[in-house]
């Protein structure tokens, strides 16, 4: 009787989560971010493709790259753009790590400075808020993404955690709602996911 009313309370509570994602959008919201981040993900295929096949050697760049700036330096740069907007697309540097001597270990180094980029926009969200200035600026200019993380919290994380949106914004909206900081940890691992995931493309293509 006990594991009968245990489950009853889950299913109803999953069935309520569902009605309230339903109802304020989630699910829209994820099915537009999804064929947003399609778009760009074939064009940057489709511009690698085109650059190897018609300007130059791919394949000779990017060995070039690693044989020309070390390791080290690479990652600072994706961990600077991590911290800040996420500028650079990640998948330049997957690309990168792809050609290394450890594809594997210097992927796994670019989603650690990935997740740790993300921790830091997360507590540069949170300083944001203790400078009234700067934080009525940020919540006029990220106003829709803040309100999204209020009403979503974790999900969102989640969202831009796993797909082609900028993590540092969600980070950043994360860290100004004060979102619980070990929930965020726990979610942002999911930037790992990403990564591995994109990899098994990325590195077949180059």
Known sequence: MKKDAKSTKKKSRMRLLHQYY????FYKFVGKSVKKAIIPILLFI????ALDYFVLDLNKLL???TETYSPAGIISVF???ESLLGLIPPELFIAWAGKSAYPIFYLSLL??????????SYFGGVGI???????????????KHIKNTRKWGGFLIIVGALLPI???????AAGIIRFPFMSFLMFGLLRFVRFYAYALVIFEMV
């Open 22 to 25: 339903s109802y304020t959008g």
């Open 46 to 49: 489709g511009a690698i493709l």
């Open 63 to 65: 060995i070039t790259v």
């Open 79 to 81: 961990f600077a753009s």
């Open 111 to 120: 989603a650690a400075a990935s997740y740790l980029g993300g921790i830091v």
């Open 129 to 143: 808020t203790k400078i009234p200035a700067v934080h009525r600026a940020i919540e006029v200019n990220m106003a």
């Open 166 to 172: 900028p993590y540092a914004m969600t980070s950043i």
